[in-house]
């Protein structure tokens, strides 16, 4: 079978749509006091990183900014093999913060669930907000973003895929059928 | 990279990407042990049976905190106080407690080859915590992994391993390991506690410790096993820590910026001298600090399922 790969967003509309996130970001927290940014190795941490940088240069701030890797947290590791674990780095106390989980698809919500358990054991923050630029549907359980790119309904054999450059900055996305 | 091992049982049958494998695995799990709460899900609702038929305290403890920082339940048994002293074979020991149904056995024994023996024969998965004078995989991954913090690669590196090679099951595991991975070895000792056939796995033999260390990046020194063989190969300790000792004098041999490593526990005063084990080449309690998040590595990746069919 072919694969046939559809552009969902070009450059410009994944950065239009990153600042538009990093505005609600800061609108919806009243400024960025105790806000922290926390992107979902891999993809997601490359997301984050983007949208910390917007809320640096709008608000002429410093916001912390963690990766995490989940993979020690996920409920199907009996049934995959090798998966290699990534390195999680959050130099910050999260106590008290306001988490802003970053990643680039929402899906069933399983990475988002093993996230945040992820994210509490490293502290107890404030709160826990989600930001998703591709939100495809079909949860499993009972996980809403609060910042969302774009809503895209799809189909369960669909796949979608943000393409990184080598700096790691989103060029585009992509909806692969077949 | 695709690696996925039922069992761990020595260093000799991975390649040097499956120990680049292991060794950044380890490197994601060292994280965990410096947080405030030091537990992961990760192997949530696995059994881990410790099956020690030698005294150990540093190896054990490091595996009895890794399958607990996996949230693993870890069960300990040493041979003092097990059915072995009843005369019960090692085959019907690991049977009967393969019927409680664990997921992983740790075994030590002083029999080489028992793990391999052990694999071939239980459904569960097996890591070789050290056999006999054969193999001490996860020894010679935290070794590696602390020269590896320290040194920042391995490959074109000269470690002096230095000893009684004869009865250390940590020198082969590290041979092994060390070459693949593109590393100069020396190993050192007396006549009496040198194996034949040394050159044969790819390393320099020496029998004078001086010329051993000279220009060396890593020292690794090997305990002399008083309760084993020791006394019969050499004359006494104290010509032995006159001769095969790592002192303050003989270390200045080595390159400037030296690390020395010694598997535990330490003879202070034999192998090495109290000023060399708590002076600044010295990396040994970060060998052990190491030990936890290699064998959370180790438990990890044995306990991976079935891979995920490609859809």
Do not use: W
């Not at chain 1, 891999?42 to 990183?49: C, F, I, N, Q």
């Not at chain 2, 003092?80 to 740790?106: C, Q, R, W």
């Not at chain 2, 526990?265 to 002076?279: K, T, Y």
């Amino acid at each position: 079978m072919v694969t046939v790969a559809v552009e969902i967003l070009d450059q410009d509309g994944v950065n239009r749509a990153l600042t538009r996130i990093a505005h609600e970001i800061i609108e919806k927290n009243k400024g960025v006091e105790d806000l922290v940014v926390i992107g979902i190795r891999t993809g997601g941490a490359y997301l984050g990183e983007q949208i910390q940088q917007r809320i640096n240069m709008i608000e002429s701030v410093t916001v912390p900014f963690g990766s995490i890797d989940i993979t020690m947290y996920r409920d199907d590791l009996a049934s995959r093999g090798h998966l290699a674990v990534g390195q999680t780095d959050i130099r910050f106390n999260l106590d008290g913060k306001r988490v802003v989980l970053v990643d680039d698809v929402l899906f069933t919500g399983r990475t988002i669930r093993a996230a945040m358990d992820a994210v509490m054991d490293l502290g107890r923050p404030q709160s826990i907000q989600l930001a998703i630029l591709i939100d495809r549907g079909h949860r499993e359980l009972p996980i809403r973003p609060d910042y969302v790119g774009r809503n895209l309904p799809t189909s369960r054999n669909e796949q979608i895929k943000v393409d990184f450059d080598e700096q790691n900055i989103p060029r585009a996305i992509y909806l692969l059928k077949g | 990279m695709n690696f996925n091992p039922k069992h761990i049982l020595g260093i000799k049958d991975l390649s040097a990407a499956e120990i680049h494998f292991i060794l950044d695995s380890a490197a994601s799990f060292k994280e965990i042990n410096s947080r405030q709460i030091k537990k992961v899900p990760t192997l949530r609702g696995k059994t881990i049976v410790n099956l020690f038929f030698e005294a150990s305290t540093r190896t054990r403890t490091s595996f009895e905190i890794a399958g607990k920082r996996l949230s693993a339940d870890t069960i300990n048994i040493s041979a003092s106080s097990s059915s072995v002293v009843k005369g019960e074979t090692l085959e019907d020991t690991a049977k009967n407690i393969e019927a409680m149904h664990p997921d992983i056995i740790v075994m030590r024994h002083s029999a080489s080859g028992a793990c391999d023996y052990l694999a071939q024969r239980l459904k569960c998965s097996v890591i070789n915590a050290g056999d006999g004078t054969h193999e001490h995989p996860s020894q010679a991954l935290l070794d590696v992994f602390t020269i590896r913090q320290h040194k920042e690669k391995i490959e074109g590196l000269t470690v002096t391993i230095a000893g009684d090679v004869t009865h250390s099951r940590v020198v082969r595991s590290n041979i092994y390991c060390l070459t693949k991975l593109g590393a100069k070895v020396r190993v050192a000792g007396p006549r009496t506690m040198l194996p034949p056939g040394l050159e044969k796995l790819g390393c320099e033999v020496y029998t004078d410790l001086r010329e051993a260390i000279r220009d060396v990046d890593c020292i690794m020194m090997l305990r002399i096993q008083r309760e084993r063989q020791g006394k019969t190969l050499i004359p006494s300790l104290r010509e032995y820590a006159r001769f095969y000792g790592l002192n303050p004098e003989n270390i200045k041999l080595a390159k400037p910026d030296v690390i020395v490593l010694h598997p535990g526990p330490m003879n202070r005063g034999v192998e090495i001298s109290s000023q060399v084990a708590d002076g600044p080449h010295n990396v040994i309690l970060d060998q052990v600090e190491n030990g936890v998040a290699v064998r959370m590595a180790l438990l990890y990746l044995v306990s991976g399922g079935e891979p995920l069919q490609q859809n």
